[in-house]
């Protein structure tokens, strides 16, 4: 079955420490793997796409095709990251192209 | 500017009378979506569609019927809402450019439709 799971409903972590947000996927196939970010009272956007392999806002999310893993890291975590990440993948089988959300991670970057 | 549009961002309804919500997007894209959000669920994928007439069933769609008849315009019709169905609503849309595996491109997502049904 096609999966996507991110274990922690919350992460805490001080200002200045390092952050990694997990995310492990389920799918037979190659997908495509995506980071969403949603801001207090703005709209949900993206942060980051595997296929792009960039870094945006100091956060990078590399593919482990073997583990079947796309964490997203940032080595210091900055008050302004605080918000809820949610981890994405689509794939398209037979003409179908779904998106698949995990159930998301609230992270609060603490003073 | 270029954005997706939902209306009403706020409804509060009865169980079984009729509602639909609109979806609409100014960027020419081919693919749109729509998404419920609840606690501890995270998005869940109601319906897609990849162009104009073309559409097909994300992970929940009981309950729920789309149309695109326009390509800007993708509205989610609910024809007897049940108080199962209160939840926050994003419409989604994006370029369709598929990859070899699936798609690659931005999601660009409405501000959300806080449903509540009685």
């Known amino acids: 079955a096609q999966r996507v799971t991110q274990p922690e409903k919350l992460l805490s972590v001080f200002k200045g420490a390092p952050v990694e947000l997990k995310c492990n996927y389920s799918?037979?196939?190659?997908?495509?793997l995506f980071w969403y970010v949603q801001y207090s009272r703005q709209r949900l956007q993206l942060l980051l796409r595997?296929?792009s392999r960039e870094s945006i806002k100091g956060f990078t999310a590399d593919l482990n095709k073997g583990e079947t893993s796309f964490h997203l890291k940032k080595p210091f975590a900055q008050e302004e990251d605080s918000a809820m990440y949610y981890c994405?993948?689509?794939?398209?089988?037979?003409?179908?192209?779904?998106?698949?959300f995990g159930t998301g991670t609230r992270l609060k970057v603490l003073a | 500017e270029a954005q997706v549009t939902q209306n009403p961002r706020y409804l509060i309804t009865v169980t079984g009378k009729k509602l639909t919500v609109t979806c609409s997007q100014n960027m020419n894209h081919e693919y749109m979506s729509w998404y419920r959000q609840d606690p501890g669920l995270g998005l869940r994928q109601i319906y897609y569609?990849?162009?104009?007439?073309?559409?097909d069933k994300g992970d929940v769609p009981e309950g729920y019927k789309v149309s695109r008849k326009e390509k800007r315009n993708f509205p989610l019709i609910l024809e007897s809402p049940s108080p199962n169905q209160t939840s926050l609503y994003f419409c989604?849309?994006?370029?369709?450019?598929?990859?070899?595996?699936?798609?690659?491109?931005?999601?660009?997502f409405g501000p959300g439709t806080r449903l509540t049904v009685l």
């Open positions: 989604a849309s994006s370029q369709l450019m598929p990859g070899l595996a699936g798609l690659s491109n931005e999601q660009f």
């Open positions: 799918y037979s196939g190659s997908p495509e």
């Open positions: 994405a993948l689509s794939g398209g089988a037979s003409g179908t192209y779904k998106y698949i």
């Open positions: 595997h296929i």
């Open positions: 569609s990849m162009n104009v007439e073309v559409t």
